[in-house]
């Protein structure tokens, strides 16, 4: 029975389990989408959300970790540059698993996609986080009390208004949790 053992072992040494983890993260933040087995892009999760939000914090320290992990300097100048910022307002969930239907040819492994939430050119688009989704919310009540006070009447306005004219696409987010 598995109890208490928090990763898998993927018929490796820890050695080379760290070292493969380690360039795949790499991988992964040089391209923001890699395509891998299930059980790999499982354990890759972990560790890629751990780096994003070591990229997120921004500090000296939180380079200096990142370092340790990341094999090549231009991926840590991205992390620190561009993923880290794009989620300042994400509590978490930085990664996104899509399987895919084909298995792989020779050993019929399950293969799947991993890839960065919240990039351009995604397959699926991300959920907006709910502390964006709540100052839209406190600007669309803000925006419904001025045109109340200014025109004498009030105007309503819906949300797929508000998300357009911030910038972000409404079908992605309806309200509603799946």
Do not use: C
Not at 64 to 93: C, H, M, N, W
Not at 96 to 118: T, W
């Amino acid at each position: 029975m598995r109890k208490r053992i928090k990763f898998r072992k993927l018929s490796r040494t820890p050695t080379h389990k760290w070292a493969m983890l380690r360039n795949m993260v790499t991988s992964l933040i040089k391209h923001e989408r890699i395509q891998t087995t299930l059980p790999k892009a499982k354990e890759l999760r972990y560790l890629a959300d751990k780096v994003a939000g070591l990229g997120k914090d921004g500090s000296l320290h939180a380079r200096r970790q990142a370092d340790s992990i990341l094999r090549e300097k231009p991926a840590l100048t991205k992390l620190f540059e561009i993923i880290g910022p794009r989620y300042v307002d994400r509590d978490g969930g930085y990664t996104r698993i899509l399987k895919l239907s084909q298995n792989r040819k020779g050993d019929n492994a399950k293969m799947a996609i991993i890839e960065y939430v919240d990039r351009p050119g995604e397959i699926r688009a991300a959920r907006v986080p709910k502390k964006r989704r709540e100052e839209l919310l406190m600007m669309m009540e803000g925006a419904e009390e001025e045109e109340s006070e200014g025109a004498g009447k009030k105007v309503k306005r819906n949300l797929k208004d508000v998300l357009m004219s911030v910038g972000i696409d409404p079908v992605v987010w309806d309200g509603t949790k799946h």
